[in-house]
């Protein structure tokens, strides 16, 4: 796997971690058959435990392989937190 290209960033922003959990807490699982995922984001919570958030870049959110409901509110708190669309970033 290339890592070359790979942005990495750890998040400890309370008031954003508790509007992340809060809102990721009343998502409800989809019918959906896929996302077309941009994001993975390791949840590291502190009793050891470890989730796996996959985020589309537009749309899609999935949560241990089980496609959500998506809502846009926690979708865009997610990317404005990892400025994902500041394409300054993606330049060298």
Do not use: P
């Amino acid at each position: 796997m290339n890592l070359e290209n790979t942005r990495y960033k750890k998040i400890t922003n309370k008031n954003f971690l508790i509007k992340f959990e809060e809102q990721l807490n009343e998502l409800k699982e989809s019918d959906e058959f896929s996302i077309n995922s941009r994001i993975l984001a390791l949840l590291n919570y502190k009793d050891g435990n470890i989730d796996t958030l996959c985020i589309g870049e537009y749309r899609g959110i999935c949560l241990n392989g089980k496609i959500l409901y998506h809502n846009n509110d926690f979708h865009n708190l997610i990317m404005d937190e990892i400025d994902f669309y500041d394409k300054k970033l993606y330049d060298k």
